[in-house]
């Protein structure tokens, strides 16, 4: 079983930046590929990046250039650097562990708007 928390969402100007982190129980995170996913209102759940076990990254198109996802196995933490952020970012986005089996965060609103 695998516990995850989000931390780091609120409201932000466009064109601003904010971090998220998400912490994870278990002593085998490093083994999940973890990732970031969002939903916004009215839309389906969609992917915004992953990172595997060896660090490779995976970005949506409409993030790319703008978001990096990191992680830090010491301390079973993902992170998600948003930069220049548009209202179109305006989400609740979700933490992602995923090896053989899949958990899912609380999730944490994300707010773009002047």
């Known amino acids: 079983q695998v516990q995850l928390v989000e931390s780091g969402g609120g409201l932000v100007q466009p064109g601003g930046s904010l971090r998220l982190s998400c912490a994870a129980s278990?002593?085998?995170?490093?083994?999940?590929?973890m990732g970031w996913y969002r939903r916004a209102s009215g839309k389906q759940r969609e992917l915004v990046a992953t990172?595997?076990?060896?660090?490779?990254?995976n970005y949506a198109d409409s993030v790319k250039g703008r978001f990096t996802i990191s992680r830090e196995n010491a301390k079973n933490t993902v992170y998600l650097e948003m930069n220049s952020l548009k209202p179109d970012d305006t989400a609740v986005y979700y933490c992602?562990?995923?090896?053989?089996?899949?958990?899912w965060g609380q999730g944490t609103q994300v707010t773009v708007s002047s």
């Open positions: 278990g002593r085998i995170f490093a083994i999940y590929t």
């Open positions: 992602n562990a995923a090896w053989v089996d899949s958990y």
């Open positions: 990172i595997n076990s060896g660090g490779n990254t």
